[in-house]
């Protein structure tokens, strides 16, 4: 099993990045797919959840009208478009894939934003 985050990097306030994640070893387009945050001294944080096919998405009210997770089964690939980007999104950004019996982490993209 492995995910795989990539696109992370350093952006000025206001600035775009796009993460994308991407999946093999396990059944991809039946998963429950998430981004997660975790910035220095704090917990891990849900950023933004969708369903295995795509239809639901769900965000923190701090990234709501800024980010957006979109997923392509046919790719195993997750993504997270990143908008108005603010010092307080700079973390490890972490991508999840759940399923009934399993729970998948990859091993974090650094984000950071500053000017």
């Known amino acids: 099993v492995q995910l795989v985050e990539s696109g992370g990097g350093l952006v000025r306030p206001g600035g775009s990045l796009r993460l994308s994640c991407a999946a093999s070893?396990?059944?991809?387009?039946?998963?429950?797919m998430g981004w997660y945050r975790q910035a220095p001294g704090k917990q891990r944080e849900v950023v933004a959840g969708?369903?295995?096919?795509?239809?639901?998405?769900n965000y923190a009210d701090s990234v709501k009208g800024r980010f957006t997770i979109s997923r392509d089964n046919a790719k195993n690939t997750m993504y997270l478009q990143m908008n108005s980007l603010k010092p307080e999104d700079t973390a490890v950004y972490y991508c999840?894939?759940?399923?009934?019996?399993?729970?998948?982490w990859g091993q974090g993209t650094q984000v950071t934003v500053s000017s």
């Open positions: 999840n894939a759940r399923g009934i019996v399993y729970n998948y």
């Open positions: 070893g396990f059944t991809f387009n039946s998963s429950v």
């Open positions: 969708i369903t295995s096919g795509g239809g639901r998405t």
